[in-house]
């Protein structure tokens, strides 16, 4: 495994964008992506799953006149690629023409020498072979079911590293690129109830640098943790009380709020949030912040999706809305100016999209915050996609532990929770300080102050 | 399928560069020379197209081509991966050489020939859409915006799309198999939003399946609730109803009895059942349903199949991704559990037969026990009278999609469109919910069965270990006498 060459992903991207252009393209833009990934999964102390591989693909935007057209490829043949130009240039001409499609103005785009180092790659990460990759899921597995008796089963324990490299050219003269690494331990063991039913339970760590990665003993006892913590679930009343996510749960609420000040969303109408820019839509203990800049963060970017230099946003400023996220077209659309957030799929579409967006820690740690509370769902684990972004109104299968008294008192599943996200947000009182390093999107401990409960 | 296309996989027999047996053998002898037990080539070739209208343009089209091999090798219960894009003879090698290194013991034998299963016809298609002139798929589109805007002036926006693809796989292993398909797939959805009094609400339609424009017209295919499949029908449906959710009202919270609409209410068995059913996890010993072949699973009311059959559904194959040609088979006869969902892995772990549920998401993954068309059969009442059997209940008439916990059989689907029922009757419409249960537990709750089976319109896609495969469901109309729907009003 060699570590990427940018300036040759660069090459192919001008060399598309330049053909395009020939071939009729008033505006051509040229992803170029390259990875490589290995993924091995041991169940029961045996390797069940070793699998190794790399790709490579091209996405291309074109616009002739304001008339758009998307096309993706991994066939990079010669004749592959001419094929994916003139499919381009003849698609173009069949979609009408969008006012308000269009690139950036040239003036906004970024230079190399503005583009921050944000330290995502991590040349050592190609030191995990297959071997060693199945040794560490062995462990993380061995110390999760030798931890207690009653795990006699797992899903299996997966250990995943993954580097690539993206370049994006422009005809409006833009040219950069960026390269990653990532890599993941999971262990998932499985527990047998008294009820005859299986309690599984799993944890993970995830990070950039391998060395950065949580030792596979610490994965495994925590998921061995988590999975007994099942054990004896059950049902309650249906009643209103106060629900604390943890940062696995949490994650998703604030993934819904990411998606309703999405500026796609906005001028589509399609966010509850439309007209809110100003406002207060959260508790004042709520502060989100879309952060491109961090060092060694799973979101970070240099450079936004249409080359723009990317840019921190104060998305909500204890509790009021300061800006959606936008792109090029939706700020048009909107009538305001992108906030660097364009974020290009390797199909080559082009949307906004969040880099790094954390809810703001707190002062108390989760013990803390669990202490102070007098009777709550603490919420571990949701399930199902019952959210309508249009109205903001959710609900979804939870299951946790409940606490009375500040005391963790047993176990609860197969119920849901539901309230409409507006009054959720306004409704937080406790943010903890326990913010979470492994994904892009990221909340620390919170507890909303009372939700609605459907179970017995 | 048809044979006069611009579209053909270059591996494939009209190809730039068809794969011959000998090659295959070659590879497959490469494969299991470091003692590898089994091993399977999985060429794919895909072709999508989508085609998005908004503020009464096609504002994009795309296309997008993606190609290449996957290459498997398995020693006991231990599995090589690996894929490559590019078909050179020195990139196949990689890929062969790469998987075979899972094993390690004495060389495995490649097969001297190759055996072809008989054809099998379950989509049948004229032209494939990837081949019509845009301009007609552009028109398919602009009428369902036309529809929509005309149907009431409520309407603020319409957006409507079209997905079309061919995905042409050829497969060859190392028991002697060698079996190929080209696998058409449409997809057609439109999505508005109603605004009154300054709320706003959307709706949704959608349909299609291994078919070509045929869908759109007058008596093309049978899915869904209605055989008129046009533009217009679906604009109007997605219409009526963001309309009727305009007025929707908070919904109870708490057990209670509940009434699924024929159709999509499927996706309760493909949760609650058919998940813990795909052998896999039965392998491992992870489901509720483990070791529970012969016992009452769900009421004497159920029997329920799975079946690739079903002609031009979202769900249905001519072979699997592993070369297997499935049917219709029976997974729940009236409530007592008969069978398991099967890849060739657990197969040969239970000492069976796959049924050609070996299934994958591309040549970028290997292939895990998956669902194909899973029905719930017909039951013996009159739909109107099991509506008017409840008192105080829940009407679910459209669903955004569900999710099980495997272990413990937990499961949650979620209502786009719900009414109350009051005495026997229909009543107000109530906003989005979940509903939630156990999978064995509701399934022996369900009380009534309609005689009126529906199949889905094809727009399900089921998720697995990151994997996503089209899918069809079916089932009449369902009466569950208790189970949490999870509003706010108790």
């Known amino acids: 495994m060699t570590d990427y060459d940018i300036n040759k992903l660069i090459e192919l991207g001008a060399q598309v964008v330049e053909r395009a252009r020939r071939c009729g393209a008033d505006v051509a833009e040229a992803v170029v992506g390259e990875g490589a990934h290995l993924s091995v999964k041991v169940r029961m102390g045996e390797p069940e799953l070793v699998e190794e591989a790399g790709s490579k693909s091209l996405g291309l935007r074109v616009m002739r006149g304001q008339q758009v057209a998307v096309t993706y490829t991994s066939d990079l043949t010669p004749a592959g690629l001419s094929r994916f130009i003139e499919d381009a240039l003849e698609l173009a001409k069949l979609s009408q023409p969008d006012p308000f499609a269009g690139p950036p103005d040239a003036s906004l785009l970024s230079k190399p020498a503005e583009r921050p180092a944000l330290d995502l790659y991590d040349p050592a990460i190609h030191q995990i072979d297959a071997a060693r990759a199945l040794d560490m899921a062995k462990r993380a597995e061995h110390a999760a079911l030798s931890s207690d008796t009653r795990l006699r089963n797992s899903e299996g324990a997966t250990m995943t590293r993954q580097a690539g490299a993206s370049a994006l050219v422009t005809s409006g003269g833009f040219s950069g690129g960026t390269r990653g690494t990532y890599a993941s331990l999971a262990v998932h063991p499985v527990a047998d109830d008294d009820d005859g039913k299986k309690r599984s339970g799993y944890h993970w760590s995830a990070r950039r640098y391998f060395a950065d990665l949580d030792g596979p003993e610490q994965v495994g006892l925590e998921a061995a943790k988590r999975t007994l913590a099942k054990l004896g679930s059950r049902k309650v009343d249906t009643q209103e009380v106060a629900i604390v996510f943890d940062p696995d749960a949490g994650r998703s609420i604030l993934g819904l709020l990411a998606s309703c000040i999405n500026g796609g969303s906005i001028w589509r109408k399609s966010s509850y949030l439309t007209e809110r820019e100003g406002q207060a839509v959260a508790s004042s203990l709520v502060t989100v912040i879309d952060d491109p800049f961090i060092p060694r963060g799973p979101g970070s970017r240099a450079f936004d999706g249409e080359g723009l230099l990317a840019r921190k946003n104060l998305i909500v400023d204890q509790g009021v809305l300061k800006t959606f996220l936008l792109d090029t077209y939706s700020a048009k659309k909107l009538g305001k100016t992108s906030t660097a957030s364009a974020s290009r799929g390797s199909s080559g579409g082009v949307g906004p999209a969040t880099s790094n967006f954390i809810l703001q820690p707190g002062t108390l740690s989760p013990d803390e915050l669990l202490r102070s509370t007098d009777k709550a769902l603490y919420v571990t684990d949701m399930m199902g996609f019952g959210f309508n972004a249009v109205t903001g109104d959710f609900s979804r299968g939870a299951s946790g532990f409940w606490v009375e008294k500040g005391q963790r008192m047993f176990p609860v599943s197969e119920v849901t929770i539901s309230l409409n996200l507006d009054q959720m947000l306004k409704r937080i009182d406790a943010i903890a300080n326990d913010q979470d390093l492994r994904t892009s999107i990221s909340a620390p401990t919170f507890r909303i102050s009372s939700m609605t409960i459907a179970g017995k | ?490």
């Open chain 2, 1 to 490: 399928m048809s044979v006069q296309s611009r579209y053909h996989a270059p591996f494939g027999p009209q190809g730039t560069a068809p794969i011959d047996a000998e090659t295959a053998r070659k590879l497959l002898s490469l494969a299991l020379s470091q003692g590898g037990q089994y091993a399977d080539l999985f060429y794919e070739y895909n072709v999508a197209g989508s085609y998005s209208l908004e503020e009464g343009i096609l504002k994009a089209a795309g296309r997008s081509v993606s190609m290449g091999l996957g290459v498997r090798v398995m020693k006991g219960d231990s599995t090589g991966y690996a894929y490559v894009q590019e078909l050179t003879q020195e990139a196949m090698q990689r890929a062969a050489r790469t998987a075979a290194q899972i094993a390690a013991g004495e060389r495995g034998s490649a097969p001297t020939s190759f055996e072809v299963p008989g054809p099998t016809s379950r989509y049948q298609v004229a032209e494939l859409s990837l081949d019509v002139a845009g301009e007609a798929k552009r028109e398919l589109l602009l009428r369902a915006d036309r529809a929509a805007r005309a149907a009431d002036p409520r309407i603020i926006r319409v957006e409507a799309s079209l997905h079309e693809e061919l995905r042409e796989l050829l497969v060859a292993t190392s028991t002697g198999k060698l079996a190929s398909d080209r696998q058409p797939m449409v997809r057609f959805s439109v999505r508005v939003i109603a605004e009154e009094n300054g709320k706003r609400q959307s709706g949704s339609s959608g349909g299609g399946g291994r078919m070509s424009l045929e869908y759109f017209q007058p008596g093309g295919a049978g899915f869904g609730p209605a055989h008129d499949h046009s533009p217009e029908w679906h604009a109007k449906e997605a219409v009526r109803h963001a309309l009727a959710m305009l007025d929707a009202r908070e919904s109870p919270a708490g057990e209670m009895e509940v009434v699924l609409a024929p159709g999509d209410s499927g996706i309760l068995l493909h949760e609650a059942v058919g998940h813990g059913l795909e052998a896999d996890f039965n392998r491992k010993g992870t489901s509720n349903y483990s070791g529970r072949i012969g016992q009452r699973v769900a009421s004497d009311l159920c029997t329920v199949v799975d079946d690739a059959t079903l002609m031009s559904s979202r769900g249905s194959i001519n072979v699997d991704d592993e070369g297997n040609t499935p049917q219709a088979a029976t997974l729940i006869e009236k409530g007592i559990l008969v069978g398991y969902m099967h890849d060739q892995h657990s197969a040969k772990h239970f000492k069976t037969q796959p049924t050609g549920n070996g299934r994958r998401e591309s040549f970028q993954a290997h292939p895990l026990p998956r669902m194909t068309n899973t029905l719930l059969l017909a039951g013996p009442h009159d739909p109107e009278e099991i509506i008017r059997s409840v008192k105080k209940g829940v009407y679910a008439r459209k669903f955004g999609g569900g999710q099980v916990d495997i272990g413990n059989g937990d499961f949650v689907f979620s209502l786009t469109e719900s009414y109350l029922i009051e005495d026997g009757k229909i009543t107000t419409p109530l906003k989005g919910v979940n509903l939630i249960g156990n999978g064995p537990d509701v399934m022996g709750k369900i009380s009534m069965l309609g005689n009126d089976v529906q199949t889905s319109d094809g727009i399900w896609t089921c998720g697995k270990d990151g994997q996503s495969v089209p899918v069809g469901v079916g089932c009449p109309t369902i009466k569950i006498a208790s189970v949490t729907v999870g509003g706010t009003v108790h």
